[in-house]
């Protein structure tokens, strides 16, 4: 039997739209978000963020839940509509309250704020003239991320300046799956990647020169495929998809540069780098969070412009259809650390979606339990190899608003009655109190 050792860190995630709601209090902006769940077909039976779970008026039963798992960190986003409604310009009184008050709540149930800047969820009227195609988009993040640090400084230890920035360059501009769900050429997608990039670059230089107190670091969603066999042209394939999808993020970050092999792939296409950029993008970081959900396995195929496609498996899935992979998180730390050396690494993302029931007022989620099961074992053995693997936070604390899926898909270890905001902790709920307090062993 192994056990993670006693300093390891324990926390819980949400993101601001997915939980809080109140979409039209106390002065908040209309979000990207909010006019993409408008939008028909868009979300899920057209479901949208405007109540959620509403969070902004029930924090303070969601924080006493909390403290009873025994938690040491809570990881939250901040919503820019609530904080600068304009996207820049004048700040809202009442969005700093808000988070203030939720802060200091976290922290005097005993509990460490995370903070993520941002999480998807920014004002409109920066959409309007582009969103991240944008470069002006880059700087209003960056004088948001300094109103931030002001606001809120003396609250939080920890900062995550972007969340997964794959899923706000590819999947918003790029495949059409997220607000505000364009499906736009690779010029536009290079230009996304490259101003979300230069973004976190913004906000490591505020805070650096701003003399804050704390840490600062950025989560991604890196996608590090296996080969579906061991043929030169399947490892080929895998390696050029990781190219595509995450040595963008993660080459900039640590080295500096693009990789080379997206300019030979697109020579009609080129990242609008600007002198200074790659030293404000490669400033060296306090950490790194990483958000693992699934890996899959990729194989070479001539028959498809990028010259790869997905190979089938035969994993078992869960509700969204991600096949349960709990060694390719492994594979995926092992290929972080040898390859990039970032230094202390978070787990700020992992959980599993299952089609949970209410049976006599108990949730019996033991596919979810064998999920996180599986994959606190792999994190242990990550630790005990020598990866510098400092904390494990689990998606979602509970059930919420997923993204274009709406309130189908539930991550969550407490379930949310959305018709009357009732919360009821699942078995999952109680299993993890029991990891996080040290009685289980893996």
């Given at each position: 039997?192994?056990?993670?050792?006693?300093?390891?860190?324990f926390?819980?995630?949400?993101?601001?739209?997915?939980?809080?709601?109140?979409?039209?209090?106390?002065?908040?902006?209309?979000?990207?978000?909010?006019a993409?769940?408008?939008?028909?077909?868009?979300?899920?039976?057209?479901?949208?963020?405007?109540?959620?779970?509403?969070?902004?008026?029930?924090?303070?039963?969601?924080?006493?839940?909390?403290?009873?798992?025994?938690?040491?960190?809570?990881?939250?986003?901040?919503?820019?509509?609530?904080?600068?409604?304009?996207?820049?310009?004048?700040?809202?009184?009442?969005?700093?309250?808000?988070?203030?008050?939720?802060?200091t709540?976290i922290?005097?149930?005993?509990?460490?704020?995370?903070?993520?800047l941002?999480?998807?969820?920014?004002?409109?009227?920066?959409?309007?003239?582009?969103?991240?195609?944008?470069?002006?988009?880059?700087?209003?993040?960056?004088?948001?991320?300094?109103?931030?640090?002001?606001?809120?400084?003396?609250?939080?230890s920890?900062?995550?300046?972007?969340?997964?920035?794959?899923?706000i360059?590819?999947?918003?501009?790029?495949?059409?799956?997220?607000?505000?769900?364009?499906?736009?050429?690779?010029?536009?997608?290079?230009?996304?990647?490259?101003?979300?990039?230069?973004?976190?670059?913004l906000?490591?230089?505020?805070?650096?020169?701003?003399?804050?107190?704390?840490?600062?670091?950025?989560?991604?969603?890196?996608?590090?495929?296996r080969?579906?066999?061991?043929?030169?042209?399947?490892?080929?394939?895998?390696?050029?998809?990781?190219?595509?999808?995450?040595?963008?993020?993660?080459?900039?970050?640590?080295?500096?540069?693009?990789?080379?092999s997206?300019?030979?792939?697109?020579?009609?296409?080129?990242?609008?780098?600007?002198?200074?950029?790659?030293?404000?993008?490669?400033?060296?970081?306090?950490?790194?969070?990483?958000?693992?959900y699934?890996?899959?396995?990729?194989?070479?195929?001539?028959?498809?412009?990028?010259?790869?496609?997905?190979?089938?498996?035969?994993?078992?899935?869960?509700?969204?259809?991600?096949?349960?992979?709990?060694?390719?998180?492994?594979?995926?730390?092992?290929?972080?650390?040898?390859?990039?050396?970032?230094?202390?690494?978070?787990?700020?993302?992992?959980?599993?979606?299952?089609?949970?029931q209410?049976?006599?007022?108990?949730?019996?989620?033991?596919?979810?339990?064998?999920?996180?099961?599986?994959h606190?074992?792999?994190?242990?053995?990550?630790?005990?190899?020598?990866?510098?693997?400092?904390?494990?936070?689990?998606?979602?604390?509970?059930?919420?608003?997923?993204?274009?899926?709406?309130?189908?898909?539930?991550?969550?270890?407490?379930?949310?009655?959305?018709e009357?905001?009732?919360?009821?902790?699942?078995?999952?709920?109680?299993?993890?109190?029991?990891?996080?307090?040290?009685?289980?062993?893996?």
């Open positions: 039997m192994k056990y993670f050792p006693e300093d390891f860190e926390g819980v995630a949400t993101a601001s739209y997915q939980i809080e709601g109140a979409g039209d209090a106390d002065g908040r902006s209309p979000s990207v978000w909010d993409f769940a408008a939008r028909e077909g868009a979300v899920f039976q057209g479901h949208n963020g405007s109540v959620a779970c509403d969070h902004y008026h029930r924090y303070k039963e969601d924080i006493a839940l909390m403290k009873q798992l025994g938690i040491g960190t809570y990881r939250l986003s901040l919503a820019w509509p609530r904080i600068l409604p304009g996207g820049t310009g004048e700040v809202n009184p009442k969005g700093i309250e808000f988070y203030r008050n939720l802060l709540e922290r005097n149930a005993g509990i460490e704020p995370a903070v993520t941002y999480h998807w969820d920014h004002p409109q009227g920066l959409e309007d003239f582009g969103g991240w195609r944008d470069r002006r988009m880059a700087l209003a993040y960056g004088e948001y991320a300094k109103v931030c640090f002001d606001a809120f400084g003396d609250l939080v920890r900062w995550i300046t972007i969340n997964e920035p794959f899923c360059a590819h999947l918003s501009y790029f495949m059409g799956q997220h607000a505000p769900g364009l499906k736009l050429g690779v010029q536009d997608l290079f230009n996304s990647v490259h101003h979300v990039n230069l973004a976190h670059g906000a490591m230089e505020a805070f650096r020169k701003g003399g804050y107190q704390g840490e600062i670091g950025i989560t991604l969603n890196m996608i590090t495929p080969p579906a066999t061991g043929t030169p042209e399947d490892r080929r394939a895998a390696d050029l998809y990781t190219d595509f999808n995450t040595r963008l993020f993660t080459d900039p970050l640590y080295r500096g540069t693009y990789p080379a997206l300019a030979a792939s697109y020579p009609d296409a080129a990242f609008p780098v600007q002198p200074g950029d790659m030293d404000l993008i490669s400033a060296k970081t306090d950490f790194i969070g990483v958000n693992f699934n890996e899959s396995a990729v194989k070479a195929d001539p028959t498809t412009p990028e010259g790869y496609s997905y190979a089938p498996d035969g994993y078992e899935k869960t509700a969204m259809g991600w096949p349960v992979t709990p060694l390719g998180l492994l594979r995926q730390l092992r290929w972080l650390h040898k390859e990039y050396n970032p230094g202390p690494i978070y787990i700020t993302e992992n959980g599993a979606a299952y089609p949970d209410v049976t006599e007022g108990r949730v019996h989620d033991q596919d979810r339990i064998e999920y996180l099961r599986r606190f074992a792999v994190c242990v053995e990550a630790v005990e190899e020598g990866i510098p693997l400092k904390g494990y936070y689990l998606w979602s604390f509970m059930d919420n608003f997923e993204w274009s899926h709406g309130y189908s898909k539930r991550f969550g270890i407490v379930y949310v009655d959305y009357t905001q009732q919360r009821i902790p699942k078995d999952s709920f109680y299993y993890y109190r029991e990891v996080v307090n040290g009685y289980e062993g893996f």
